[in-house]
């Protein structure tokens, strides 16, 4: 099973804390949310992800890399323009076997 995690928006409504970061790269107890989500997905047994990354996705690939620090995978799916989660969703059918 893989998980796909949407964190390609840019969080506007989050200004000034989104100007040089994604806002799924802010912190939260120490960590990125995005980390959070990850921890807890793994706990309860995925240790598949794609990641659909958008703003600024090189903080988030620089961070999590291909996922090994926590025993898992991670893929990566550009979303170059924010249309929506169903479009967020459907740019992973190449990556996914559904």
Known sequence: MKAV???AGEGSR???LTYTRPKAMLPVAGRPILEH???EAISAGVT???FVVGYRDD???RYFGHGERWGATIAYCLQRS???T????RQTRELTSC
């Open 5 to 7: 995690i949407l964190a």
């Open 14 to 16: 989050m200004r000034p």
């Open 37 to 39: 989500l990850l921890a």
């Open 48 to 50: 598949e992800f794609i």
């Open 59 to 61: 903080q988030v690939r």
């Open 82 to 84: 924010q249309l929506g």
């Open 86 to 89: 169903a479009d967020a969703v």
